[in-house]
């Protein structure tokens, strides 16, 4: 993919990028090593290889989907400023 002063000055646009001609002419040859290196990316055989999600293949250990620490809403309202009937007491904030 050929890239010209025009199309940088489109994607600097899109970034909302202020760059000086001189800049956009700098990056015209930036940008297209970087195409150019993406395309020479897309010739390589990867034929038999399997994505990754992650580079490292550990799994993440998992405990049972179970309550632990429920019934204690007395417990929690002591630490409230205000409690009333077993909720918690704030300020009105809608008229």
């Given amino acids: 993919m050929a890239l ?3 199309t940088v000055a489109r994607i600097a ?3 909302r990028i202020r760059l000086t001609p001189a800049e956009q002419d700098k990056m015209v040859s ?3 090593g970087l195409i150019a290196w993406v395309e020479q990316l897309g010739e390589v055989d990867v ?3 399997e994505p990754m999600t992650s580079v490292a293949g550990l799994k993440p ?3 049972p989907d ?3 620490d429920g019934d204690k809403r007395e417990a929690v309202l002591l630490n409230a400023p ?3 009937e077993g909720f918690f007491v704030v300020p009105k904030v809608v008229e």
């Fill in 4 to 6: 010209d002063t025009k």
């Fill in 30 to 32: 930036e940008l297209g």
């Fill in 47 to 49: 034929t038999g290889v």
């Fill in 61 to 63: 250990k998992l405990r």
């Fill in 82 to 84: 205000e409690a009333s």
């Fill in 66 to 68: 179970m309550v632990t």
């Fill in 13 to 15: 646009t899109l970034a």
